[in-house]
């Protein structure tokens, strides 16, 4: 799911690039890829009930 979400933001930062817009920055870049990543995992945790609880656990240990 991380590789998914790294290679689509990859992807539009290419794409508006492309097209003439600004560039973000990597800093910027990255915290639009763990906010895009934590909202994924609620709304996977809320769907799926405690199927997912830990991940976002998880995710906060690789992240921090």
């Known amino acids: 799911m991380v590789f998914q979400m790294v290679i689509y933001h990859i992807w539009r930062e290419r794409n508006a690039r492309r097209h003439g817009k600004a560039w973000i ?7 639009q890829i763990d906010k ?29």
């Open 25 to 31: 920055p990597y800093e910027k870049l990255s915290a």
């Open 36 to 64: 895009t990543m934590r909202n994924r995992i609620s709304s996977l945790r809320y769907s799926y009930g405690r199927k997912f609880e830990g991940l976002m656990r998880r995710w906060f240990e690789v992240t921090t």
